[in-house]
């Protein structure tokens, strides 16, 4: 009995292990992808504080079919 007790440990043991590695690969990917959305917010935000004149009031933008 004590065999199976240590092998059930074990398979429990292996199968932590695997989730570990699983989710520290979701959170890497994350991280990559906040950082991408970070960089694209940051552009977008210097481009909006760098051109105010370029910025229009809805009234004065051109439809898109013009």
Do not use: C, N, T, W
Not at 22 to 37: G, K, P, Y
Not at 46 to 66: A, C, N, W
């Amino acid at each position: 009995m004590h065999d199976e007790s240590l092998e059930q440990v074990q398979s429990k043991i292996a199968y932590l292990e695997r989730s570990i590695a699983e989710l520290s690969d979701v959170v890497f990917r994350q991280h990559r992808e906040i950082q991408a959305l970070e960089m694209q917010v940051k552009v977008l935000r210097e481009r909006l504080e760098g051109s105010p004149s370029e910025m229009r009031p809805p009234e004065q933008e051109r439809p898109p079919h013009y």
